[in-house]
């Protein structure tokens, strides 16, 4: 059973890299976003609650998504193991997790705040199917369109400089505390995350030995 922790700042390319490993492993993905978003699609109280928290560039509180991510991992649905993104996000996060449960490996993805800023100013949303996009890597066929569904694109809500400046500062100054914790683990292992997907992916896959 592989059970990992995936971290590092929005746009370092965390999600392709976790499919990546879902696939070859048959791995359950959980995506804290990605439970936040469904929610908010949705119109969830918690949804609601999360959109206000997102669209001011802050991060959800810690008894919140510690419940959330409690929840999801009970489900066990995860025969083959897990990998968990976006969560820990603080030291009271990563030490209820520990508490919890064990882990494998802490994947951390290592990208400049400038290569993350152009990143993630790119990214668009397709308001139909949720297919992701970016400017820079992943351009629709058609200007604005979705290739799938013909939906329109949009920017994310919290997909701004103001809200980005604040996740970046907030990542910085919280992430330090729970890398420090899981490195006394030894468990962390550093990715470089401006090399192109499949190189992070066989860095990766070397420094795991899978």
Request: proline content about 3%; aromatic content about 6%; some cysteine.
């Amino acid at each position: 059973m592989h059970k990992y922790v995936i971290m590092g700042v929005q746009g370092c390319g965390k999600g392709t890299q976790a499919a990546l490993l879902v696939k070859a492993f048959d791995l359950v993905h959980i995506s804290v976003g990605d439970i936040f978003r469904w929610h908010i699609k949705n119109h969830t109280k918690l949804g609601a609650q999360v959109k206000r928290i997102v669209a001011s560039g802050n991060l959800v509180g810690d008894k919140v998504v510690e419940r959330i991510v409690h929840r999801r991992l009970d489900e066990h649905d995860w025969n083959f193991g897990f990998i968990l993104d976006g969560f820990p996000r603080s030291e009271s996060q990563a030490r209820f997790f520990l508490e919890s449960y064990d882990i494998d490996a802490v994947i951390h993805i290592q990208v400049p705040d400038e290569v993350v800023r152009e990143r993630v100013l790119s990214r668009r949303l397709c308001s139909g199917c949720g297919l992701d996009y970016n400017l820079i890597s992943h351009r629709p066929e058609v200007q604005d369109i979705c290739d799938v569904c013909g939906g329109g694109l949009v920017c994310r809500p919290d997909d701004n400089s103001e809200a980005l400046a604040g996740r970046l500062n907030d990542y910085h100054t919280k992430t330090k505390p729970v890398l420090r914790l899981f490195e006394r683990k030894e468990l962390v292992l550093n990715i470089d995350g401006t090399l192109p997907p499949d190189a992070m992916q066989a860095q990766i896959r070397s420094l795991l030995r899978v």
